[in-house]
């Protein structure tokens, strides 16, 4: 019998061989293997997906990040953020960054919608006798007015980024540093009208919050208040000077506070021009609030019932799409015009672009020459669709200023509120700048100061200082920063200026410290300026003797007391690196004392809120 190769001659065939020790450990060795093999596969398909989730995360967050910034106009921040996404993207995904594809093309503009029936922007603008229903649109249900930063607003099928709050990132301008005398003599600046961020600030420190120091203009909170300059008896200006010991000293130096005062010609209203105006209304959800479109509607109705008959009201609106809702009404029409504003409401986001684009092609095509013609946009400034960006929205106004058009911009709102572009589009447009936070503040802007606000007397007015250096060793002026004119342009007439209405003043202090000579001319005021009826430029000066200058800032006239305090305080809140030695409690020291020496009610009662928001800053 054959035996079996793998049985030993000597083995019972009737017995089973035993099994060595590697065949008895088999089985559990598969179980382990298969064990071990499963968990490296998870691991693995973990692995792949963590990778793809990543990758897809930053692939979407480049998209994200290149459409917010061609949508905002700024391309090269959006190529920045791409190349760091890229990287990102690379390193999730373990080797070199896939392509990725460029994002679609902006969706085009929808056709502009009229508030009557629904035409497009190519029919023919409302006529006067526009009715309430025609005119009037719904805002959309739901729609948010203030949203947090970053919360996205959904507006015809279209997801737009909420504006962030600008004038909380604009930084403040850099403060102006003392000048030596014996290096640079002359101080030339542009004259400034505005008075908007001493009302903003105001409507900060009443809801309880210090403003942000890059909202604080020292020039424009001094020109809030009037100091009561002598009017000219010749020429259309006045200028006044003025100087006392400063209650802030420069080290152990001598130090003065100087103020140059200019005074406009008040004109009486029957002597203004015929005005043609267009009302160019911010009607975007942000201005859903009680402080914005219903106080503008308020601000306007009072501006309206000061017009004469032969004046002209046209008005455009802005939101997701622009549209005239009343053509060139006189004010005879007054009831007409009223209709028109009542039936305003708000709707979508907001396209400052188009609406300033749309209210100047209006301005242009019904200029009238012996009339004044204006623009007066009514807004908070923040814009998210269309251009958004300062410069962009800047150019739209640029060519039509040539041509006589004047820009008037009325801020309203807080929060979200673009003080830069308000202030910038002003400065473009030969125009004044103003914020309304309350009825009172419409009626000072809109009734008290109308002849001022439409009537120009002055185009492109610089002021410069010269200093006498054997009696002044140095000199600082406070504010007008942004305002700044080459010395050698101020008699180059085609550098743009400052426009100056009817009535108008204008005030600048100096810090100036002297050489401790007794006696001699200490400096010279000189203002140069265009006549907007004959193209005439006039230049008048004033010297100034150091022989002039007040004992003691005591001895001061209250209304040069109280322009020392105003200044002080927005230096204060400006973070100014030259006033952080003086505090609150000096600042409100000169201004009670100037306070109680005002007899006139009116400016009584100014100076006293002025005393009030000091006490407020000094408590947050």
């Known amino acids: 019998m054959n035996m079996d190769e793998s049985q030993s001659p000597n083995q019972d065939p009737s017995q089973k061989p035993e099994p060595s020790p590697r065949a008895r450990f088999r089985p559990r060795t598969y179980w382990w293997a298969f064990a071990a093999g499963l968990a490296v596969l998870l691991v693995v398909v973990l692995l792949a997906l963590t990778t793809l989730l990543g990758g897809r995360a930053a692939e979407n967050k480049v998209f994200s990040q290149i459409n917010y910034g061609l949508t905002n106009g700024d391309a090269s921040y959006a190529d920045e953020e791409a190349a760091e996404e890229e990287a990102v993207l690379e390193e999730a995904q373990g080797g070199a960054a896939a392509p990725i594809a460029p994002p679609p093309p902006p969706a ?14 190519g029919d023919a603008l409302v006529e006067p006798d526009t009715t309430e229903a025609e005119t009037e649109a719904e805002a959309p249900e739901g729609l948010a007015a203030d949203m947090p930063a970053g919360e996205e607003t959904e507006t015809e099928g279209a997801v737009l980024p909420e504006a962030t709050p600008a004038d909380q990132e604009r930084e403040p301008a850099e403060v102006n540093p003392f000048v030596l005398t014996s290096e640079d003599h002359l101080s030339t600046f542009a004259l400034d009208v505005d008075t908007a961020s001493y009302a903003a600030a105001r409507n900060y420190l009443n809801d309880g919050r210090l403003p942000p120091p890059g909202a604080v203009r020292v020039e424009e909170f001094v020109n809030y208040f009037d100091y009561g300059y002598p009017e000219p008896s010749q020429d259309a200006f006045g200028i006044s000077v003025d100087a006392a010991p400063s209650p802030w000293p420069t080290g152990n130096d001598e130090t003065h506070l100087v ?8 004109l009486d209203d029957r002597e203004r021009k015929d005005a043609v105006l267009t009302f160019v209304i911010d009607i975007s959800g942000s201005m859903d609030d009680p402080r914005r479109l219903p106080l503008v509607k308020e601000a306007l109705r009072l501006l309206v019932d000061e017009l004469r008959p032969t004046d002209q009201v046209a008005i455009v609106v802005y939101s997701d799409d622009t549209r005239a ?5 006189s004010a005879e029409n007054g009831d007409t015009i009223m209709q028109a504003i009542d039936a305003l409401a708000t709707e979508g986001s907001t396209n400052v672009e188009d609406g300033l684009k749309l209210a100047y092609q209006m301005a242009g095509d019904h200029f009238e020459v012996e009339a004044v013609n204006r623009v007066i946009l009514c807004s908070d400034g923040v814009a998210n669709v269309g251009a958004t960006g300062p410069d962009a929205i800047r150019q739209v106004i640029r060519d039509y200023t040539a041509q006589g058009v004047y820009l008037t911009t009325v801020g309203f709102g807080m929060g979200d509120y673009n003080d830069y572009l308000m202030e910038q589009l002003a400065d473009d447009g030969n125009g004044n700048y103003a914020y309304v936070d309350t009825l009172d503040e419409a009626h000072r802007v809109f009734v008290e100061n109308l002849t001022g606000l439409l009537q120009v007397i002055a185009r492109d007015a610089k002021v410069q200082v010269d200093f006498n250096p054997d009696v002044v060793s140095r000199y600082r002026l406070l504010g007008y920063e942004n305002r700044d004119v080459a010395d050698e342009d101020f008699r180059n007439d085609t550098v743009d200026a400052g426009e100056i209405g ?3 003043s204008v005030t600048a202090l100096y810090e100036m410290v002297l ?4 006696s001699g001319p200490a400096l010279t005021v000189s203002l140069r300026y265009e006549d907007p009826e004959t193209g005439e430029v006039h230049e008048l000066a004033h010297p100034f003797d150091r022989g002039e200058m007040l004992p003691s800032l005591e001895e001061a006239p209250p209304n040069f007391q109280l322009a020392v305090a105003v200044a002080g305080f927005a230096e204060h809140l400006r973070e100014s690196g030259p006033a952080q030695d003086r505090s609150l409690d000096d600042i409100l020291t000169i201004a009670e004392r100037a306070a109680a020496q005002f007899g006139n009610a009116e400016d009584h009662e100014a100076v006293q809120e002025f005393v009030r928001l000091v006490r407020r800053a000094s408590e947050l």
């Not at 103020?259 to 008040?266: A, F, L, P």
């Not at 809702?325 to 009404?329: E, I, M």
């Open 108 to 121: 085009p503009p929808q056709p502009a919608r009229r508030a009557d029936d629904g035409l497009t922007s």
């Open 259 to 266: 103020r140059v005062g200019i005074q406009g010609k008040h």
């Open 325 to 329: 809702v009343l053509d060139y009404t």
């Open 502 to 504: 009817a009535g108008h």
């Open 515 to 518: 050489t401790g000579q007794a």
